[in-house]
């Protein structure tokens, strides 16, 4: 059966082709759909779930790995910094069944907090990592994963980029397919359970295995040499996942390919195992070569590879990428800085010719907003004019809500990481006794790793105020259910587990519900918070636009409207547009949310015939 | 074949549906496709970018820049922004109908898109056509990314059938939708014809 699915969509073909037992995970892009994609094709037999968190799918997978059934965890790269509690220590215990663990890197980055390295932590928790260059490898590398990680007992790093996740290919899968048969668990605490004395001995025999997989890799099918450069003085590229696909794109029109002798034939080297790197492969592939260019994203890891290499074995070799600043630091590889680097570097000519476009009118900036009638708005604009007049600190969070920092609302002070809004308000206030301190966090947020943190500053007795931001989904990532929404991923509805409930048991005394579309009432419950001692919380709760029937559009008025703009000043949605000096609502955007109206002095906004 | 189709607009103008149903068509017609989206983040009132790539010659996922022979640009000024996509020689379909950003009324600039497709039409071949005046009997502009399927199927640039795309267009539709998406479909390529022939 062909299916032309996404990348993410072909790694969950791949898991089920290779008899998946239980899927985990937690939404982050680039690597939502995976599970996504797992819980849409027939699955009978697979457990599938997006966990809490990214800590939490490991810790399941971990137990049906020791089972003897393959798990897959999902997860963005930020999450396996979650996740790395379990990880570090799963890798000294090892697994029975096939354990993967996909972590998507995203360089850019296009929307993540950092450009983390995945092959580092592969390294770093000495677990052998897979690096795909297109939809079709993570489909056949996943099932390569699950081989090599039962064949050495130990979990799989599988690395794809946001541009592997989000390219869409044909797939061939298979007609049927069916989940591992496994024996279960089988007790046996001296392999199961990690103590000093066994991390010790364990490790030396990671290190060895690691040494053995490394020559596994050298043959694997995935390292490959290409190009028609032979003998000496040969230069080469090495390269690995989408720049590899890069670097291919502008060598395939090169002079040499062409039998044109203006440039040297260029070979190029591609390592899609990281780690344990296969040494003999790279020995073999850099015979007769004495320049190399590093073309990499995110950072120099086959690149220090390579000089290690090159150390160890006496190769007289030129090694050029990102430690000599030939290649950038930063940022995604493209076929056009790659062509770029080639050119710089090797003298190749490749690339298209492109119009010249230095002379076009300046481009209108569009800043990515929160959706007209998003709820969020309503509540960072109570909480706004709540403290007007006030010092306050806003402590934001990951999440669609973090758009709440965009002018006019300018209400997220901080961003760090998930649940750190609840922490870090708490921080604040204990460092300024004259501001009014909140942390604002979306529901799953709250979930994923926002309670421990209320309890920490209910403890530790903190004067702050929490904000969740209840729109009862996961809407940042594509709309994914939480425990709070009722339903989970097999298909099943569940009792929900009730934020307002949750905050009352971990001993919040004040805690209101309120639907941050009342105005009126929103303000009131934050002033009156203000001035209490502890942690309080406000629950806004209201469905995410995006995933609500639409109400009819408001219009403005004309005759009524002063065009004082205080709508447009003050709450940012993108349905109120200008027209000249008239103020208009844009009907194809406008949901009826009536927050600008609720603000209007003059009453010109209304949701009736209004023109 | 091998085609390169860039196309380009602003979140929730429903390019992700135009670029999918180029792509099952052109499988349809036995291609080999590849194809990318923006997804994430920029999806919220940002630039986004579809990159469909018709051929076994492609390689990355994205189109390299002066190599796309057909751009299908909802909105005026992300035609511009992704000019630097462009072969010489292709062509543009462009929406003038302009998606102020958020910021336009904020700090009111005064973009309307004029500047724009002044100077697309300076720049390249450009078949202009106003999403507001040709949804107008549709009552909505929601429509409107079927229609630039039309026009670009019927000038010819797209190189792929008009019953293989209507086909596709019944195939991922809902069937209570199906029809008059199909009637902007044709409108769309009769205006694509008579641009070609003009």
């Known amino acids: 059966m062909k299916e032309y699915v996404m ?248 002079p040499a390919a062409r039998g044109n002798s203006q440039a040297d034939p260029v070979r190029l080297i591609r390592i899609a195992t990281a780690f344990p790197f296969p040494e003999d492969f790279a020995v073999n592939a850099l015979d007769g070569v004495d320049e190399v260019l590093c073309i990499e994203e995110l950072s120099p890891y086959l690149e220090e590879q390579i000089l290690k290499t090159a150390g160890r074995h006496g190769l007289k070799i030129k090694v050029r990428g990102k430690l000599d600043g030939t290649v950038p630091h930063n940022g995604e590889i493209s076929t056009d800085l790659a062509a770029g680097i080639l050119r710089e570097a090797y003298g190749i000519q490749a690339g298209f010719d492109t119009v010249d476009t230095s002379d076009a009118p300046p481009l209108p900036v569009r800043p990515p907003v929160l959706c007209a009638g998003c709820s969020h708005r309503a509540s960072f604009y109570a909480v706004k004019q709540a403290m007007k007049g006030r010092k306050a600190i806003f402590c934001g969070d990951i999440g669609c809500y973090t758009l709440g920092n965009a002018m006019p609302l300018d209400m997220v002070d901080t961003c760090l990481c998930m649940g750190a809004g609840i922490t870090m308000a708490q921080g604040f206030a204990h460092t300024h006794d004259d501001r009014v301190c909140f942390g604002f966090v979306g529901d799953s947020t709250f979930f994923a790793s926002g309670m421990t943190g209320v309890v920490n500053a209910v403890y530790n007795e903190a004067d702050m105020i929490l904000c969740v931001l209840d729109n009862s989904t996961t809407a940042m990532t594509g709309h994914q259910p939480h425990p709070g929404t009722g339903r989970n991923m097999m298909g099943n509805v569940v009792e929900k587990v009730d934020i307002a409930a949750v905050l009352k048991g971990i001993g919040v005394p004040d805690v209101a519900v309120i639907d941050p579309f009342d105005l009126d009432t929103a303000v009131a419950t934050v002033r009156e918070f203000a001035d209490k001692k502890g942690v309080k919380a406000i629950v806004f709760k209201s469905p995410c636009i995006a995933l609500s029937k639409p109400g009819a559009p408001y219009a403005v008025d004309s005759a009524k409207c002063i065009n004082c703009r205080k709508c447009i000043r003050e709450i940012g949605c993108p349905a109120l547009v200008t027209s000249g000096d008239a103020v208009l609502i844009d009907p194809n955007l406008c949901t009826g949310c009536g927050l600008c109206a609720s603000i209007c002095p003059v009453e010109a906004i209304g949701g009736d015939v209004c023109e | 074949m091998n085609k390169d189709v860039m196309i380009c607009g602003v979140g929730g103008q429903g390019t992700v549906l135009a670029s999918k149903i180029i792509a099952a068509a052109a499988m349809e017609e036995g291609n080999c496709v590849h194809s990318a989206e923006t997804i994430g983040m920029a999806q919220r009132g940002g630039s986004v970018t579809s990159h469909v790539r018709i051929g076994e010659e492609a390689c990355s996922p994205l189109i390299p820049h002066g190599s796309a022979q057909l751009m299908l640009a909802f909105e005026p000024a992300e035609a511009v922004r992704n000019l630097c996509y462009m072969q010489q020689g292709g062509i543009i379909v462009v929406n003038t109908a302009a998606t102020k950003p958020v910021t336009a009324s904020l700090t009111g600039s005064g973009y309307d898109g004029t500047d724009m497709t002044a100077y697309l039409a300076d720049k390249y071949n450009c078949i202009f056509v106003n999403a507001d005046e040709l949804c107008r009997p549709y009552g909505s502009t929601k429509f409107f990314n079927i229609m630039m399927l039309g026009i670009a199927a019927g000038s010819g640039a797209l190189g792929i059938a008009k019953d293989t795309i209507t086909g596709q267009i019944e195939k991922r539709i809902p069937a209570r939708f199906a029809d008059i998406n199909k009637q902007a479909f044709l409108a769309g390529y009769a205006i694509g014809e008579r641009e070609m022939t003009r």
């Not at chain 1, 990348?7 to 985990?24: E, F, K, P, Q």
């Not at chain 1, 980055?109 to 983390?116: C, D, L, N």
């Open chain 1, 7 to 254: 990348g993410n969509g072909a790694i969950a073909l791949g898991a089920l082709a290779a008899g998946v037992n239980l899927v985990a995970g937690y939404p982050g892009t680039p690597s939502s759909e995976i599970i996504e994609t797992v819980a849409r094709y027939p699955h009978e037999g697979v457990h599938v779930e997006w966990s809490v968190n990214e800590k939490a799918a490991l810790e399941v997978a971990v137990a049906a790995a020791y089972s003897g059934a393959r798990a897959l965890v999902t997860m963005k790269q930020m999450g396996l910094n979650v996740a790395s509690d379990p990880l570090m220590s799963v890798a000294y215990v090892g697994v029975k069944g096939g354990l993967v663990i996909v972590s998507a890197d995203d360089p850019g980055p296009i929307s993540s907090q950092t450009e983390q390295d995945g092959r580092r932590y592969a390294d770093f928790a000495r677990i052998p990592v897979f690096d795909p260059s297109s939809p079709e490898e993570a489909f056949a590398m996943v099932q390569d994963a699950f081989e090599y990680s039962e064949k050495y007992n130990t979990p799989v790093l599988l690395r794809p980029t946001t541009r592997v996740c989000h390219a869409y290919a044909s797939i061939v899968i298979p007609d049927q397919y069916a989940p591992k048969e496994f024996d279960g668990f089988e007790k046996d605490t001296g392999r199961w359970v990690i103590f000093p004395r066994l991390s010790h001995i364990n490790h030396a025999k990671m290190e060895a295995r690691n040494a053995e997989v490394g020559k596994d890799f050298s043959a694997y099918r995935f390292n490959t040499v290409e190009g028609a450069a032979t003998g000496k003085h040969v230069k080469a590229v090495v390269t690995s996942g989408i720049s590899y696909a890069c670097v291919k794109e502008c060598l395939k029109d090169q």
